[in-house]
């Protein structure tokens, strides 16, 4: 592991050009370690084993913003809480803070599940399309309709999604997960393990949504029907369970049978 210089001029923990000094691993800040690259507190890198840096003690909002700025990828609190040396309780405060000056600006803070990103206002799309030279991803109705469903209803499967819409959608569904507007999220418990789909990061960018909670309220009617979906899936998964239960039964008491 490289010594790590920090965008203030510091220097993180590391080998000392890449070498240990006189045959003892030194860290970038000064600090020996043993022979296995391990410093005093004796706290290890996951990912090489090497002993990280005192934790922050503190999460300011601007040091959030910048963390959240320069990663590449959505960071869970966990992960930001471990970076800073901070409790979950600060990293939620501190997040709730950034989310309020942010409201604002040309950048906002969204949300999905445990993890948080930076993106760009809404507001500012068509300009940052003209800049980029390209245009939103247009999409047709039927997209529009499946992904709608897929928001409201996750997670889902397409055998829920095809009873709703009363057509085929694989074609469709497969579409929104190739532009990763819909995310598969893992598998039901029902027969097949069908996969069950999902909305994520690029849903709430494409959009405008700092969450899944600021999604528009649907309309009595449709309501009802996501609703009663719902009810009849549950009782579908019901009616398996119960005949697995009852197939499984049968082989014993057959298999009782023929060892008494």
Same mark, same amino acid.
């Given at each position: 592991?490289?010594?790590?210089?920090?965008?203030?001029?510091?220097?993180?923990?590391?080998?000392?050009?890449?070498?240990?000094?006189?045959?003892?691993?030194?860290?970038?800040?000064?600090?020996?370690?043993?022979?296995?690259?391990?410093?005093?507190?004796?706290?290890?890198?996951?990912?090489?084993?090497?002993?990280?840096?005192?934790?922050?003690?503190?999460?300011?909002?601007?040091?959030?913003?910048?963390?959240?700025?320069?990663?590449?990828?959505?960071?869970?609190?966990?992960?930001?809480?471990?970076?800073?040396?901070?409790?979950?309780?600060?990293?939620?405060?501190?997040?709730?803070?950034?989310?309020?000056?942010?409201?604002?600006?040309?950048?906002?803070?969204?949300?999905?599940?445990?993890?948080?990103?930076?993106?760009?206002?809404?507001?500012?799309?068509?300009?940052?399309?003209?800049?980029?030279?390209?245009?939103?991803?247009?999409?047709?109705?039927?997209?529009?309709?499946?992904?709608?469903?897929?928001?409201?209803?996750?997670?889902?499967?397409?055998?829920?999604?095809?009873?709703?819409?009363?057509? #085929?959608?694989?074609?469709?569904?497969? =579409?929104? /997960?190739?532009? +990763? *507007? $819909?995310? &598969? @999220?893992?598998?039901?418990?029902?027969?097949?393990?069908?996969?069950?789909?999902?909305?994520?990061?690029?849903?709430?960018?494409?959009?405008?949504?700092?969450?899944? #909670?600021?999604?528009?309220?649907?309309? =009595?009617? /449709?309501?009802? +029907? *996501? $609703?009663? &979906? @719902?009810?009849?899936?549950?009782?579908?998964?019901?009616?398996?369970?119960?005949?697995?239960?009852?197939?499984?039964?049968?082989?014993?008491?057959?298999?009782?049978?023929?060892?008494?």
């Amino acid at each position: 592991m490289g010594t790590d210089r920090r965008a203030d001029g510091g220097i993180g923990a590391g080998w000392v050009n890449d070498e240990p000094v006189n045959g003892v691993p030194v860290f970038g800040d000064g600090r020996e370690g043993d022979s296995n690259g391990v410093g005093p507190e004796g706290a290890l890198y996951p990912e090489d084993g090497f002993t990280a840096p005192p934790p922050a003690a503190e999460l300011t909002e601007p040091q959030l913003e910048a963390l959240l700025f320069v990663a590449e990828r959505p960071l869970s609190r966990r992960e930001i809480a471990a970076s800073a040396g901070v409790d979950r309780a600060t990293v939620d405060a501190r997040l709730g803070d950034l989310e309020i000056s942010l409201r604002n600006r040309g950048i906002r803070l969204i949300s999905s599940g445990d993890q948080v990103e930076l993106v760009t206002a809404p507001e500012a799309g068509s300009l940052i399309a003209r800049y980029v030279g390209s245009d939103a991803i247009r999409l047709s109705q039927a997209s529009l309709e499946t992904l709608a469903i897929i928001a409201y209803r996750q997670p889902v499967t397409k055998a829920v999604i095809e009873r709703i819409r009363g057509v #085929d959608s694989d074609y469709t569904v497969r =579409a929104l /997960v190739h532009r +990763r *507007l $819909a995310l &598969e @999220l893992g598998r039901a418990e029902g027969p097949g393990r069908p996969i069950l789909y999902g909305t994520g990061f690029d849903f709430l960018e494409r959009f405008g949504r700092t969450s899944l #909670d600021d999604l528009p309220a649907l309309d =009595a009617e /449709v309501a009802g +029907r *996501l $609703a009663a &979906e @719902l009810a009849d899936e549950a009782r579908v998964a019901n009616e398996a369970h119960v005949a697995d239960e009852a197939e499984g039964a049968q082989v014993l008491e057959a298999d009782a049978t023929a060892h008494p």
